[in-house]
């Protein structure tokens, strides 16, 4: 069975006349491992397909099975455990705590799942070094560039070695280089620790690193296919 | 989860200190203005009862005439003499000294120095109804009081401004057209209840001021002390009908002298204070209210600053019950850390003002817990509706928030 099942998934926003479809009948499957970049225009639904996939939404109708799990029937507060045990988010604005150190960002999600003391401090020193911010914990986000930014939002992201990874518009506030080294590192995760990874996106160049894009139009999937020559991580890093 | 939530909370206000710092301030005011204007008011509440007794506890006041009002109370009435001092003495129960009291105001002069005051012609009794101890000397003796001896008794402040640091006692002061030996002075008492300087006093034998300074044997005044715990209202009627028998009033006549009671002035003066101590704490009260508003305002404030952070928060796997507990512990931590500091500071304030306003500082635990306790209320109360609010944001409205 899929990591990721979505069956006839749709979200309506408001009521009446004036309501708006969001996602229409959307099937979706994505398997443990894979790298999948979701693409299409404003307004196509590739955000809110991501918000119900992220268990941060639900749908209006249609089934969404997460590991075999109907997330439409489930509370508030067990979307919240489920996130907090299976899924990171990345985001484009970042999202850190301002005036918080680069270590305290990170440990928050371990916070929140009760760990200990030792376990958050070490934990969180692991997932800095493995966005390569060995040295950088005790910096704020305004001592940060957007760069760096984003590495600790990741490292955030992986600190409670989630099963997916969820990332919209992670490169959308950075310069073409900085995107590079996101996707790179990205890629990497995916490829080295097995970690799904979703990306929204709306360049072509980021959705290259993926090996499967799936393009949205008007709240429907327009287009789902394996990426011919996938962009070869180590060879981007060592150009870079 | 509760000490999670705790250490969230403080890394919050540490992040945070200039805000934290405005919250606090509002309750500290507040608490510190209520504890402040309580315990002051109560210590001047004591301070009039201070002055009050120090007129003489448990004192009867007896003057002739019905008492109309200020200055009015003598009209027509035939005053009291001597003999009525011994009549009282030796038929009343339950009191514990009488005295005659005689006063008429006069210029005193020690050498080169005069002095406007008054003599008071009394008994060694006058010691006892008045509460006045000798600070050196004595007192008079018994066939000085018979004879109408001069000498005399001064109070500190005529001391002060005759004779200046030197011992008065022995000396010679010309009072009206006669002289007088200084034989006592007076252990001062300090301001009386009503702005009037106390010690302003010199006490000479009764007769000596009938002969040589009003020229008549009236007595103006009657001071009956009760003895402690003796029924003050039974004390009052039986010395009623006395002078009634002795004045020679017949039933149904009304009474030509009236009776004051020390202990019901001393009742009014401190319900007047006892009543300003409830004003005051009431404006406080509203200064407490107000601070708490500004805890409220600053916690809806700070949500809305920190919805995204709350989005990022719930998305990360925050529960909503977390966010609530953390801005609730938030707002219960800052109320009661001003509480704590508006305690102190109330308290060096209220030493400090008693000092500068002379009355005594009486530590009054109930108000202080009282105000620390709406503190922490106020930061629970105003503290969780904002924290609700912020716990129930849907996660990506929340993180769309600009």
Redesign the interface.
């Known amino acids: 069975m899929a990591l990721i099942r979505l069956r006839g998934v749709t979200k309506v926003y408001g009521a009446g006349p004036a309501a708006l479809r969001a996602l229409d009948g959307v099937d979706l499957d994505v398997e443990a491992g894979e790298f999948v970049a979701i693409m299409g225009p404003s307004g196509s639904g590739k955000s809110t397909a991501m918000n119900i996939i992220g268990c941060l939404d639900t749908p209006s109708a249609g089934e969404y099975l997460f590991r075999g799990v109907h997330v439409e029937r489930l509370t508030r507060d067990q979307r919240a455990r489920l996130r907090r045990r299976h899924l990171g988010f990345v985001f484009q604005g970042f999202n850190l705590l301002a005036r918080t150190s680069a270590q305290e960002n990170v440990e928050l999600p371990l916070l929140y799942r009760g760990e200990g003391v030792a376990a958050r401090h070490a934990g969180a020193r692991a997932a800095l070094k493995s966005v390569g911010l060995a040295g950088w914990e005790h910096h704020t986000p305004a001592e940060l560039s957007g760069g760096q930014q984003q590495r600790v939002a990741i490292a955030r992201a992986l600190v409670t070695r989630p099963t997916v990874l969820l990332a919209d518009e992670p490169t959308g506030n950075l310069d073409t280089q900085r995107s590079r080294e996101i996707m790179d590192l990205l890629a990497a995760l995916n490829a080295d620790r097995g970690i799904t990874v979703l990306i929204v996106t709306h360049e072509a160049e980021m959705a290259a690193y993926a090996r499967r894009v799936v393009r949205f139009l008007d709240g429907r999937i327009a287009g789902d296919a394996v990426t011919a020559h996938p962009v070869d991580a180590q060879a981007t890093a060592g150009a870079a | 989860?509760l000490w999670?939530s705790l250490?969230?909370a403080w890394?919050s206000i540490r992040?945070?200190l200039l805000r934290s710092f405005l919250t606090v301030l509002g309750i500290v005011i507040g608490v510190s203005a209520v504890i402040t204007m309580v315990t002051l008011g109560q210590g001047a509440t004591r301070a009039v009862q201070d002055q009050i007794s120090s007129l003489g506890s448990n004192l009867l006041q007896v003057r002739p005439g019905q008492r109309l009002g200020p200055g009015m109370d003598t009209a027509g009435a035939p005053a009291f003499a001597e003999a009525d001092v011994q009549a009282i003495a030796t038929q009343l129960g339950g009191i514990r000294a009488v005295a005659p009291e005689v006063r008429r105001g006069v210029t005193v002069i020690y050498a080169a120095r005069n002095w406007s005051t008054s003599v008071t012609g009394t008994t060694n009794a006058y010691f006892e109804t008045s509460n006045w101890r000798l600070a050196s000397g004595r007192k008079f003796e018994d066939f000085e009081e018979r004879a109408g001896a001069a000498v005399c008794v001064i109070g500190a402040t005529v001391r002060r401004e005759l004779f200046g640091a030197a011992s008065p006692l022995g000396q010679q002061i010309r009072v009206k057209d006669f002289s007088c030996e200084v034989i006592g002075l007076l252990a001062s008492k300090g301001q009386g209840a009503f702005g009037m300087d106390q010690d302003d006093v010199i006490l000479l034998p009764l007769r000596t001021v009938q002969r040589r300074v009003t020229g008549s044997t009236r007595v103006n005044t009657l001071l009956v002390s009760m003895k402690e715990g003796s029924d003050t209202e039974r004390v009052k009627a039986s010395l009623t009908q006395l002078l009634r028998e002795r004045r020679h009033l017949a039933e149904g006549d009304e009474d030509n002298f009236n009776v004051l009671d020390t202990r019901q002035i001393a009742e009014t003066l401190s319900g007047t204070t006892r009543i300003m101590t409830m004003l005051l704490g009431a404006v406080a009260a509203v200064s407490l209210l107000v601070g708490g508003i500004g805890i409220m305002n600053i916690m809806l404030v700070s949500v809305t600053e920190r919805t995204?952070?709350i989005?990022?928060?719930?998305?990360?796997?925050?529960?909503?019950?977390?966010v609530l507990l953390q801005f609730l512990i938030e707002a219960v931590v800052l109320a009661a850390l001003g509480g704590l500091v508006g305690v102190v500071l109330a308290a060096f304030a209220s030493v400090l003002l008693a000092q500068v306003m002379q009355v005594p500082f009486l530590f009054n635990a109930g108000i202080n817990l009282l105000a620390l306790a709406f503190a922490a209320a106020i930061g629970v109360i105003f503290g969780y509706f904002p924290a609700r609010r912020a716990a129930r944001l849907?996660?990506?409205e929340a993180?769309r928030h600009e």
């Not at chain 2, 989005?311 to 909503?320: D, N, Q």
């Open positions: 989860m999670n250490l969230l890394r992040r945070n995204r952070e989005g990022v928060r719930l998305a990360i796997g925050a529960l909503e019950r977390e849907d996660p990506i993180l």
